[in-house]
């Protein structure tokens, strides 16, 4: 998506550690006339799968999974995030490892909001090692529903998460596939598809 990934080059921030920081329009400060472009986007390359639920994770998938869920005119549901074991209620559990602050947390979704039947198209603002579509395509499992696919804004294409995620047989949509980037130039280089 090209609109994308002139955005990224201008105003992505590439830090140590293969961290891209895309506050100012993405995950912190929120261009909406951007968003808008990546759900229409995202309803284009699933057009033909049925989905009936969007589900993504709290907090900076929210954002782009209730603009893209216009498109496809279907609730959107996101992952809680829990630092305890402790969950209450009827649940879905799994559990993720944090790429960017490396530490592991449970998320949940309520079995109210999730369930048979449901096709389940998943959001995420990054893709980096997978682990956090892996936690969610998990929760879609357990709740017995099925999964369409994932639609992810920014993949770092240099670590494992798009590969592990293909691999699975997951119908995987990146808008935009960082190849490299070097954090003393500021030099990012995107994947041709
Ligand atoms: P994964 O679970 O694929 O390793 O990492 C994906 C999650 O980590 C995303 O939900 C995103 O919030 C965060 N993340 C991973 N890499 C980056 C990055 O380079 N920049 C930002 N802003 N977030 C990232």
Redesign the pocket.
């Known amino acids: 998506m090209q609109l994308l990934k002139e955005r990224i080059r201008r105003d992505g921030i590439v830090?140590e550690g293969?961290?891209?920081?895309?506050?100012s329009f993405?995950?912190h400060q929120m261009d909406i006339d951007l968003f808008e472009e990546i759900g229409k986007e995202f309803h284009r390359r699933f057009e033909g799968e049925e989905v009936t639920k969007i589900l993504t994770?709290e907090a900076?998938?929210i954002g782009i999974a209730c603009i893209t869920a216009r498109y496809f005119q279907v609730p959107v549901v996101f992952a809680k995030k829990n630092k305890t074991k402790n969950i209450a209620g009827d649940v879905y559990t799994s559990r993720?490892?944090?790429?960017?602050h490396g530490r592991v947390y449970d998320i949940m979704v309520s079995k109210d909001f999730l369930g048979k039947g449901d096709k389940v198209l998943l959001i995420?603002?990054?893709?980096?090692?997978?682990?956090?579509?892996?936690?969610l395509a998990q929760l879609v499992e357990d709740a017995g529903a099925e999964l369409t696919g994932a639609g992810i804004v920014?993949e770092?294409g240099f670590?494992r998460?798009g590969d592990a995620i293909r691999g699975r047989g997951i119908h995987l949509e990146s808008l935009a596939i960082i190849d490299s980037m070097d954090a003393a130039s500021g030099t990012i280089t995107f994947r041709e598809r």
Request: glycine share 16%.
């Open positions: 830090r293969g961290v891209l920081k895309v506050d993405l995950n994770i900076s998938g993720v490892e944090s790429f960017t995420d603002d990054f893709l980096a090692n997978g682990k956090a579509l892996e936690g920014i770092k670590q998460g």
